[in-house]
């Protein structure tokens, strides 16, 4: 229990609002979960501690958990039992015993972390005057504050679609806006307005045109048959759309560095002083320069390593692509003005985009037209 996910709980300031109701709940139900235990199907902790028992069966297809009672003194033993028949009673008491001391503790620790979360003043009326909070539990508590305070109001709802269609920052992982998706979409589960498929979807295209890099990918939703306009394959979609586009960024920084770094290494050196060869006429008669073997030059590299994943060639009609055999010398189908010699370092005013087969027919080449 020291380990709990959540501790402490997020704290909250001043009287709660839904959203931190909601996250407040979030957190206590993950830190009950974490606690293991066989009732209840074995698969949901003492998730029984913060929700209601009708939720309980709910969410496990009718397994009630039945907690488990105090056992009470140790077992005595029949002055004709066996050693092994003494050894099985005593461990199913052990067993028993911790799994009542197990449930109580995670009970009192959720409660005393949800009691420092929340400001007295707005569960005091719980309070008892001779024994405090000691007979409440934490469902009870979680029950009070949502039927004072977690009225969602239609400004609320307002609000929740506002930040729901907010600016989605490119910069940031895409997986930040499905995140934002899922908590507005719970937030207004069991309001009057829940958040269809269709209206998360028109609210979150509004978020990605605003971002300023999503409109080709927006046209191409667009165009698609509205049957198979659902969220899911909404997020495929985008997620796949904002890989390419990540792509073709890091492709165009690599292309510029590369092009770069092959200019300053072809800068010509500045030619010697004339004025030190007049001065020694007689070395420079004498002197003999031994002549250089004449060396090939190297060959033209096409291709280029997008973060040591992708490898990609180059041809100056089609831009870069996965075909590795398809680079300017090797292109079957040059455009007019086509370079053969053009590489990923010296485009010499190719495309910088990447060609993204989509059949196995050629397509026509817009050079040729």
């Known amino acids: 229990m020291d380990a709990f996910p959540h501790n402490p709980l997020a704290p909250i300031c001043g009287q709660p609002t839904p959203h931190d109701l909601l996250r407040l709940k979030k957190e206590l139900i993950a830190n009950a979960r974490s606690v293991p235990s066989d009732r209840g199907g074995g698969r949901h902790g003492h998730l029984i501690l913060v929700i209601t028992p009708e939720q309980y069966t709910t969410i496990t297809n009718g397994l009630a958990f039945v907690p488990r009672i105090n056992p009470g003194a140790p077992p005595s033993h029949d002055h004709n039992a066996t050693n092994a028949q003494i050894h099985a009673a005593d461990t199913a008491y052990q067993c028993q015993r911790e799994e009542f001391r197990t449930y109580i503790e995670v009970q009192n620790r959720l409660m005393k972390l949800l009691l420092e979360a929340v400001d007295e003043p707005f569960y005091s ?45 490119p910069d940031e992982p895409i997986t930040t806006l499905w995140n934002r998706v899922r908590n507005c979409q719970q937030f207004a589960h069991d309001t009057i307005e829940p958040l269809t498929e269709a209206l998360i979807i028109l609210h979150v295209l509004e978020a990605l045109a605003a971002s300023g890099v999503m409109a080709p990918y927006i046209n191409e939703w667009q165009r698609r048959d509205p049957v198979t306009q659902t969220y899911a394959n909404f997020v495929l979609h985008f997620d796949r759309a904002d890989k390419v586009r990540r792509l073709e960024i890091t492709t165009r920084q690599a292309g510029y560095h590369n092009a770069n770094h092959v200019a300053h290494q072809a800068t010509p050196q500045p030619p010697p002083n004339p004025v030190n060869i007049m001065a020694t006429p007689t070395l420079q008669a004498n002197a003999t320069t031994p002549t250089p073997p004449l060396q090939a030059p190297p060959a033209p590299n096409y291709n280029v390593n997008v973060d040591n994943m992708i490898s990609m060639a180059y041809c100056w009609t089609h831009g870069l692509s996965k075909n590795m055999s398809h680079n300017s010398m090797t292109c079957m189908n040059p455009g007019q003005g086509h370079h053969a010699d053009a590489t990923i370092a010296n485009m010499k005013g190719g495309p910088t985009t990447i060609t993204i087969r989509t059949d196995r027919r050629r397509p026509n080449n817009p050079r040729n037209n």
């Open 125 to 169: 009326i719980l309070c008892d005057p001779m024994f405090g909070y000691a007979d409440v539990t934490p469902c009870e508590l979680l029950a009070h504050l949502t039927a004072t305070y977690g009225t969602i109001t239609a400004t609320e709802l307002v609000r929740n679609k506002a930040t729901l269609k907010a600016p989605w920052n």
